[in-house]
């Protein structure tokens, strides 16, 4: 069981707009930068989301991230089929720890 | 190209040791930390912990402390992650990342990861 919540799945359709939740506490999220990481199938993780709301250099616009109070939340606009991947929040805990959320499994209809 | 280059897939047998490693290439190595990072069969990403090999400087994460040893030859831009003895619960796909701070999880690039398997 994560620290850090999410659903394990959500699911849209071409074009729509999806968005994934991770839910911490005061001793993570609150009070530190939340990060976003995409994994496709068989693939290493990537960085897609960096201190809350900033996309890496390659990073389509159609991704975006926020933050508010204990919880953070990763936005998927105009939905394409190469977006079904895992997602995974990340944060540092107060604990001195890295923290993962469980994931969520996107699956583009 | 900034990249992390993992060492190859490994079957081990409970009880053995293992070191793998993961090379850095395309970036000063010693200016950034390299974490460690585990995934098992189906489940999430568990953070293990990080070394800045301009020092050796490292940190572990409390569900990893004392189970894996990280370490880093600076002289090869080399990270390394290894254990003593083996178990069956050890195995997972490990994967290396880089990162500019040694707390918050800001890791970019991941190298492709190595797969271990401990199985009598």
């Known amino acids: 069981q994560s620290v850090l919540t999410q659903p394990p799945s959500a699911s849209g359709t071409p074009g729509q707009r999806v968005t994934i939740s991770c839910s911490g506490s005061?001793?993570?999220?609150?009070?530190?930068?939340v990060y976003w990481y995409q994994q496709l199938p068989g693939t290493a993780p990537k960085l897609l989301i960096y201190?809350?709301?900033q996309r890496p250099s390659g990073v389509p616009d159609r991704f975006s991230g926020s933050k508010s109070g204990t919880s953070a939340s990763l936005a998927i606009s105009g939905l394409r089929s190469e977006d079904e991947a895992d997602y995974y929040c990340?944060?540092?805990?107060?604990?001195?720890?890295?923290?993962f959320g469980g994931g969520t499994k996107l699956t583009v209809l | 190209e900034v990249q992390l280059v993992q060492s190859g897939a490994e079957v081990k047998k409970p009880g053995e040791s293992l070191k793998i490693s993961c090379k850095g290439s395309?970036?000063?190595?010693?200016?950034?930390?390299i974490a460690w990072v585990r995934q098992m069969s189906g489940e999430g990403l568990e953070w293990m912990g990080i070394?800045?090999?301009?020092?050796?400087?490292?940190r572990y994460s409390p569900s990893f402390q004392g189970q894996v040893t990280i370490s880093a030859d600076k002289s090869i831009s080399t990270a390394y992650l290894q254990w003593s003895s083996l178990r069956a619960s050890d195995t997972a796909m490990y994967y290396c990342?880089?990162?500019?701070?040694?707390?918050?999880?800001?890791?970019?690039?991941w190298g492709q990861g190595t797969l271990v398997t401990v199985s009598s």
């Open positions: 990342a880089r990162s500019t701070t040694s707390g918050p999880p800001w890791f970019d690039p």
């Open positions: 395309g970036f000063t190595f010693t200016n950034y930390w």
């Open positions: 070394i800045f090999p301009g020092d050796s400087g490292t």
């Open positions: 005061s001793s993570n999220i609150e009070s530190n930068y």
């Open positions: 201190r809350n709301n």
């Open positions: 990340a944060t540092w805990d107060d604990s001195l720890s890295a923290l």
